[in-house]
T-cell receptor, first 111, second 114 residues
Framework: AQRVTQPEKLLSVFKGAPVELKCNYS??????LFWYVQYSRQRLQLLLR??SRESIKGFTADLNKGETSFHLKKPFAQEEDSAMYYC?????????????FGKGTLLTVNP | GAVVSQHPSWVICKSGTSVKIECRSL??????MFWYRQFPKQSLMLMAT?????????EQGVEKDKFLINHASLTLSTLTVTSAHPEDSSFYIC??????????FGEGSRLTVL
């Protein structure tokens, strides 16, 4: 069965510091991975997906199949980056299409 | 992006009553909708997947007679919590997608059962 692991519940950095939110996955097929972000009192929204290989709000994430990881990185954190971040894996095997979430990491960027 | 709206955003009910939560896709046709449950400071747990016009597929451990899901149209899915009890109190979130497109999330509905 697929699994998404975010080892850090909380992560606190200072403004301008680099930040890395870790995500590891377990999946038998070819993974399709996402990062979602939830700002305070707002709905969950897509931040980025690995297949598009884009940078959103300065964040990037590279899929490492050897290490089964999809860590989210930003070289210089900003206060407005403070939010809950969820790594998610899309299961498209057979007829069972669904998104499995990690437990989330609460990022706090201090001034 | 596309908009998914949930109603009500917060509902309080007495134990033993049934509560219906609606999820609407406002500007696209949602062929598939997903219902999640989120406990405080925890992740989203998928409850069920519903495709328009067919029965919902429930995740293991989710009681289908307890959580009735209907997806009668391409823009509306409903979750009915039957005979609600305090342990059903939670944040329920729906998401929707059109075909293989991006998944969009509703703002969530908080259920409090007294």
């Amino acid at each position: 069965a697929q699994r998404v692991t975010q080892p850090e519940k909380l992560l606190s950095v200072f403004k301008g510091a680099p930040v890395e939110l870790k995500c590891n996955y377990s999946y038998s097929g070819s993974p399709e991975l996402f990062w979602y972000v939830q700002y305070s009192r707002q709905r969950l929204q897509l931040l980025l997906r690995h297949i598009s290989r884009e940078s959103i709000k300065g964040f990037t994430a590279d899929l490492n199949k050897g290490e089964t990881s999809f860590h989210l990185k930003k070289p210089f954190a900003q206060e407005e980056d403070s939010a809950m971040y969820y790594c998610a894996l899309w299961n498209s095997g057979g007829s069972n299409y669904k998104l499995t979430f990690g437990k989330g990491t609460l990022l706090t960027v201090n001034p | 992006g596309a908009v998914v709206s949930q109603h009500p955003s917060w509902v309080i009910c007495k134990s033993g009553t049934s509560v219906k939560i609606e999820c609407r896709s406002l500007d696209f046709q949602a062929t598939t909708m997903f219902w999640y449950r989120q406990f405080p400071k925890q992740s989203l747990m998928l409850m069920a997947t519903s495709n328009e016009g067919s029965k919902a597929t429930y995740e293991q451990g989710v009681e289908k007679d307890k959580f009735l899901i209907n997806h009668a149209s391409l823009t509306l899915s409903t979750l009915t919590v039957t005979s609600a009890h305090p342990e059903d109190s939670s944040f329920y979130i729906c998401s929707a997608r059109q075909g293989a497109g991006e998944l969009f999330f509703g703002e969530g509905s908080r259920l409090t059962v007294l």
